[in-house]
């Protein structure tokens, strides 16, 4: 793993997503290095090749510092703005440990009085280590995505992520803690394909967390992602790689909705954007 410290131009980033208005990306490259992650793009602008993702990051180490300026940009302390944090990177990832700087700009936030909504996305349990400063926040809803509750699954497609069971148990432990919560169901992976009643016992996991918040999303199998999911799992066997890809058509996500739907409608859950998302086909 390349860890490298950078400056930053920018931190505070007009985001281009339906859900947020600005995203905060302290890490360029996520250590996780999940096999499915549609941010490998993000090597370009690094020098980096789609297949090294997982292996750099680079440490905005400036970000706090910027972000401190560049809350300047706001109008009413953010009053009706909503951050994502993060976007292209896990905010929680190992490197975090040693550079803070997820933590470091919730403080700024924090200290700024920042009064939007700030959206934390994570697969990590390291996010329970801020819960003083995101209680701190007036308006904070923190996501962890749970694509499977069995470990292995975890393992095999976010080689380097915190497994099923340690996000799980985070939720639980944010909800505990009286942190608003959601659970990024996405993507949807394509072992579900063959064995949908699996979805059933992930939706289960949720519940019991406590969390009543969904967001579902399809998996994105975009040229550039089925190029390094073909590299990452290239020694798996030809026929799952074909049910795989065959999570794209749209017949497969008709079929797999109605599961879901379906089965939503035995929960109280509320679903976020209230349909479950997908990207264009090939997109
Ligand atoms: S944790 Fe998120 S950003 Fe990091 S590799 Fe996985 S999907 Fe990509």
Same mark, same amino acid.
């Given at each position: 793993?390349?860890?490298?410290?950078?400056?930053?131009?920018?931190?505070?980033?007009?985001?281009?997503?339906?859900?947020?208005?600005?995203?905060?990306?302290?890490?360029?490259?996520?250590?996780?290095?999940?096999?499915?992650?549609?941010?490998?793009?993000?090597?370009?602008?690094?020098?980096?090749?789609?297949?090294?993702?997982?292996?750099?990051?680079? +440490?905005?180490?400036?970000?706090?510092? *910027?972000?401190? #300026?560049? &809350?300047?940009? %706001?109008? $009413?302390? !953010?009053?009706?703005? @909503?951050?994502?944090?993060?976007?292209?990177?896990?905010?929680?990832? +190992?490197?975090?440990?040693?550079?803070? *700087?997820?933590? #470091?700009? &919730?403080?700024? %936030?924090? $200290?700024? !009085?920042?009064?939007? @909504?700030?959206?934390?996305?994570?697969?990590?349990?390291?996010?329970?280590?801020?819960?003083?400063?995101?209680?701190?926040?007036?308006?904070?809803?923190?996501?962890?995505?749970?694509?499977?509750?069995?470990?292995?699954?975890?393992?095999?497609?976010?080689?380097?992520?915190?497994?099923?069971?340690?996000?799980?148990?985070?939720?639980?432990?944010?909800?505990?803690?009286?942190?608003?919560?959601?659970?990024?169901?996405?993507?949807?992976?394509?072992?579900?394909?063959?064995?949908?009643?699996?979805?059933?016992?992930?939706?289960?996991?949720?519940?019991?967390?406590?969390?009543?918040?969904?967001?579902?999303?399809?998996?994105?199998?975009?040229?550039?992602?089925?190029?390094?999911?073909?590299?990452?799992?290239?020694?798996?066997?030809?026929?799952?790689?074909?049910?795989?890809?065959?999570?794209?058509?749209?017949?497969?996500?008709?079929?797999?909705?109605?599961?879901?739907?379906?089965?939503?409608?035995?929960?109280?859950?509320?679903?976020?954007?209230?349909?479950?998302?997908?990207?264009?086909?090939?997109?």
């Amino acid at each position: 793993m390349e860890i490298k410290e950078t400056q930053a131009k920018s931190i505070l980033v007009k985001s281009k997503l339906p859900e947020s208005d600005y995203v905060i990306n302290c890490y360029t490259g996520c250590g996780f290095g999940c096999s499915y992650c549609y941010a490998s793009f993000m090597g370009r602008f690094v020098g980096k090749k789609i297949t090294d993702w997982g292996e750099y990051v680079y +440490a905005k180490v400036n970000a706090p510092e *910027l972000l401190k #300026k560049e &809350l300047s940009k %706001l109008k $009413d302390n !953010g009053k009706g703005v @909503t951050i994502l944090f993060s976007s292209v990177t896990d905010p929680f990832q +190992a490197a975090e440990a040693k550079y803070k *700087l997820s933590e #470091k700009c &919730l403080i700024v %936030l924090a $200290d700024y !009085g920042f009064e939007g @909504t700030l959206s934390v996305l994570t697969k990590s349990p390291t996010v329970l280590k801020v819960v003083p400063i995101l209680k701190r926040l007036k308006d904070i809803d923190v996501g962890i995505t749970i694509t499977s509750i069995d470990d292995k699954i975890s393992r095999y497609f976010e080689k380097f992520a915190p497994n099923a069971s340690a996000r799980i148990e985070t939720l639980t432990k944010l909800n505990q803690e009286g942190i608003k919560t959601y659970a990024f169901l996405g993507p949807l992976l394509p072992h579900f394909v063959a064995e949908k009643n699996k979805i059933k016992n992930v939706l289960d996991a949720i519940y019991k967390t406590g969390t009543r918040r969904l967001f579902i999303e399809h998996i994105n199998l975009a040229p550039y992602i089925k190029d390094r999911m073909l590299h990452e799992l290239k020694d798996v066997n030809p026929e799952f790689l074909t049910k795989f890809y065959s999570s794209q058509s749209k017949d497969y996500r008709e079929e797999l909705n109605t599961v879901i739907y379906k089965l939503l409608k035995s929960y109280d859950f509320e679903l976020l954007h209230n349909m479950i998302l997908c990207h264009k086909d090939g997109a």
